[in-house]
């Protein structure tokens, strides 16, 4: 069981938008503000989409926002192209006893 | 170009060690901190360890503490995980990450470590 909460999966069409929520705790989400975002497509490494909540590293289309609200960040991806489908992540960090990062289960990403 | 690239995998038997070496290229070394981060297969990510740039500070997850060792060369600019008392459960796909900013913004292909007899 991860420690931060993430939908199986979600699905849309090319051109609509998509948010991908991420459930942690007052020890991480709550408490930091160094939430990030990965995508990873089968077979390869993963890339970072997001860092500090909602900024976008060099490269990465504006197409992808990050948001948090309390305990819950957010991903969304707005104007779907057939290469956003993926697996994505959340992590952030924690004081949570045990480790000092938490990532989430991961969400497919399946663009109809 | 930033690289990373990871080496030192392989399968090995419950109870035996494996060196990790991850190997970086583009960039002064020295600068970051450095993670491993882990994925069982068909599974999740999961982070390991954590270095600082000087290699004074090291963290890591429970489930390894008394196992794994990460340490770095930053002469040659180089990341390492020194695994021992290995696991079914430590099989996985291996990474190298450099960190930034609290997250890992560059990472390495990975490294196959199968635990099996």
């Known amino acids: 069981q991860s420690a931060l909460t993430q939908p199986a999966s979600v699905s849309a069409s090319p051109g609509q938008s998509i948010t991908i929520s991420c459930t942690g705790s007052?020890?991480?989400?709550?408490?930091?503000?160094?939430v990030s975002w990965y995508q990873q497509h089968p077979g390869k490494a993963p890339k970072l989409m997001i860092y500090?909540?909602?900024d976008r590293p060099s490269g990465v289309s504006n197409r992808f926002s990050g948001s948090k609200s309390g305990n819950t960040a957010s991903l969304t991806i707005s104007g779907l192209q057939a290469e956003d489908e993926a697996d994505y992540y959340c992590s952030s960090f924690t004081s949570t006893s045990g480790a000092n990062w938490v990532f989430g289960g991961g969400t497919k990403l399946t663009v109809l | 170009e930033v690289q990373l690239v990871e080496s030192g995998g392989g399968l090995v038997q419950p109870g035996g060690s494996l060196r990790l070496s991850c190997a970086t290229s583009g960039f002064t070394f020295s600068d970051y901190s450095m993670n491993w981060v882990r994925q069982a297969p068909g599974k999740g990510l999961e982070w390991v360890s954590y270095?600082?740039?000087?290699?004074?500070?090291?963290l890591y997850i429970d489930s390894v503490k008394g196992r794994f060792t990460i340490s770095r060369d930053n002469a040659k600019k180089s990341l390492y995980l020194q695994m021992n008392g290995l696991r079914a459960e430590d099989t996985a796909v291996y990474y190298c990450?450099?960190?930034?900013?609290?997250?890992?913004?560059?990472w390495g292909q990975g490294t196959v470590v199968t635990v099996s007899s």
């Open positions: 500090g909540v909602s």
């Open positions: 270095i600082s740039g000087s290699g004074t500070s090291t």
């Open positions: 990450a450099r960190d930034y900013m609290y997250a890992s913004d560059i």
């Open positions: 007052s020890s991480d989400v709550g408490a930091y503000n160094y």
